[in-house]
Each structure stands twice: as C-alpha cells, then as structure tokens.
C-alpha cells in the first residue's frame, strides 16, 4: 500500500529534504512502483573541467530512491547504495527512474537509472533501504 496517495503529498513531504530541493532537484511522477525525478543542469552543477559533477548525479539518484523506498514503507532509511557512472550527460536535463527490485520485511532494494533529456544513460544507482 502506498503512502502518499498523491504526488503534490509527496512532493510537500520531501520538500523538507533541503539538500536536494537547493540542489534543484523535482519530483516529477510517483506510482506504487515507480518514482520519476529530475533536474535542469545549470552552470551552478558543473564542474572545473564543465562536466556535471557526480555528487549532483548522485543527489539526484539518492532523492529518487528516497521517495519510493518511503512509498513502499515509511520510515525507510539507506543502507547501502553503490553507483556506476556510465557516461557525462549531454544534454539540460536529468532524469532518474527509481523502481523497486524487491519488498522485504526489513529491506527493499531499488535500482535508479540515470538518463539526460537526449536519451544517453548516465549513471545506475542500486540502493538498500532499511525499513524501520
């Protein structure tokens, strides 16, 4: 059963989330099993070098694995995480698709793919919540 019945509740919860809402970080999409997020690159995200900094791609993965491990059971917390960088975004936006692999009794593990708005994979973040 889901916790927020609707996004905008979602979204008023997880405004809180300061970090990730500075960050520019939106919740575009929430279902039972899936949690859709996003952000607009601007220069304030990148890097000596120009490219998007990881700690952005990663706060962006970690905000969507946040929003629905809490869908599926409130309170989750992280446990573990790990991240695969694949490729520097090309494009003005990111995109992180958050879905559940699998709903335990005390865990959950939910795997977050990374994309920009031209389509290219980013980054894949795989994540266990603990359910307190």
Not at 94 to 114: E, F, M
Not at 120 to 128: K, L, M, N, P, S
């Amino acid at each position: 059963m889901a916790n927020f019945e609707m996004v905008e509740e979602a979204r008023e919860f997880f405004y809180k989330d300061k970090f990730a809402v500075i960050t520019g970080v939106t919740l575009d999409e929430l279902t039972e099993e899936e949690a859709v997020c996003s952000l607009e690159i601007t220069d304030d995200h990148r890097n000596a070098y120009g490219g998007v900094m990881g700690g952005v791609i990663f706060t962006l993965a970690d905000f969507a694995f946040a929003v629905l491990s809490n869908q599926i059971h409130q309170l989750t917390v992280a446990q573990q995480v790990d991240i695969h960088y694949l490729s520097a975004p090309k494009g003005e936006k990111l995109i992180a698709k958050a879905t559940c692999r699998k709903s335990g009794r005390t865990s959950s593990i939910v795997n977050v793919d990374i994309s920009d708005d031209t389509g290219r994979d980013v980054a894949q973040f795989i994540g266990t919540g603990f359910k307190l």
